[in-house]
């Protein structure tokens, strides 16, 4: 039988329920730990992106959830090991109140050989306090290109995706600032979490507040 929904989501109550979604799980997940978020108050942009220093060393994965099973790897030092594997994540942040801020831009998320998944996020920036800030948001136009998804590490699927692109998904990021603040001053090298999910087909998801974040997060 179907698995309807997101049932992590549900069990949390994190999240309200989800409008015109197919019954069936999510065809791809992607996380990667240890980006490099940086915030230009002038500008107002957000950005995270795959690091190789001595201070943050990304590491993740891309993984088709839809059969056949399998998983493009970045491990730690991708960046230098491939000459086209990368991570970007950048978005204009607009801020609500001390707590609460939007933001919107768009994602990608490129293989070893250059080939790119890639869509529009938008979402919401929540923050308890001490400089710790959620995001959890929605994932619109999502494409991906090429026959197949290479991991600059090891590891490659069958790019064609069971529905048709572009897809619908959901993501969550976490990072926390040390010394506080809340998009209130510059910041760079802050380490951020990014993950996502593809659904099968279009579909329309809120979610609210930052316990999506758990709810959310993929085994790994």
């Given at each position: 039988?179907?698995?309807c929904?997101?049932?992590?989501?549900?069990?949390?109550?994190a999240?309200?329920?989800?409008?015109?979604?197919?019954?069936?799980?999510?065809?791809?997940?992607?996380?990667?730990?240890?980006?490099?978020?940086?915030?230009?108050?002038?500008?107002?942009?957000?950005?995270?992106?795959?690091?190789?220093?001595?201070?943050?060393?990304?590491?993740?994965?891309?993984?088709?959830?839809?059969?056949?099973?399998?998983?493009?790897?970045y491990?730690?030092?991708?960046?230098?090991?491939?000459?086209?594997?990368?991570?970007?994540?950048?978005?204009v942040?607009?801020i609500?109140?001390?707590?609460?801020?939007?933001?919107?831009?768009?994602?990608?998320?490129?293989?070893?050989?250059?080939d790119?998944?890639?869509?529009?996020?938008?979402?919401?920036?929540?923050t308890?306090?001490?400089?710790?800030?959620f995001f959890?948001?929605?994932?619109?136009?999502?494409?991906?290109?090429?026959?197949?998804?290479?991991?600059?590490?090891?590891?490659?699927?069958?790019?064609?995706?069971?529905?048709?692109q572009?897809?619908?998904?959901?993501?969550?990021?976490?990072?926390i600032?040390?010394?506080?603040?809340?998009?209130?001053?510059?910041?760079?090298?802050?380490s951020?979490?990014?993950?996502?999910?593809?659904?099968?087909?279009?579909?329309?998801?809120?979610?609210?507040?930052?316990?999506?974040?758990?709810?959310?997060?993929?085994?790994?």
């Open positions: 039988m179907a698995d929904g997101i049932r992590g989501l549900a069990g949390l109550g999240v309200s329920v989800l409008t015109g979604w197919a019954c069936a799980g999510p065809v791809l997940s992607f996380g990667f730990t240890d980006l490099a978020g940086s915030f230009d108050t002038g500008s107002a942009v957000f950005r995270a992106v795959a690091s190789d220093t001595e201070e943050l060393g990304t590491s993740g994965d891309v993984t088709r959830l839809a059969p056949t099973q399998a998983t493009a790897n491990d730690v030092g991708f960046l230098s090991r491939s000459a086209n594997a990368n991570v970007v994540l950048e978005m942040v607009s609500l109140d001390p707590m609460t801020a939007t933001g919107t831009g768009a994602f990608s998320i490129t293989d070893d050989d250059g790119v998944l890639s869509g529009q996020i938008t979402g919401t920036f929540n308890p306090g001490a400089g710790i800030t959890a948001g929605l994932l619109s136009e999502v494409s991906i290109t090429g026959d197949s998804f290479d991991g600059p590490d090891g590891g490659s699927f069958v790019a064609d995706l069971p529905g048709r572009p897809y619908d998904g959901a993501s969550v990021s976490l990072f600032l040390s010394g506080g603040g809340f998009f209130n001053r510059d910041f760079e090298n802050v951020v979490q990014f993950d996502g999910q593809l659904l099968p087909s279009p579909g329309s998801i809120v979610l609210l507040g930052a316990g999506s974040l758990i709810a959310l997060h993929r085994r790994r």
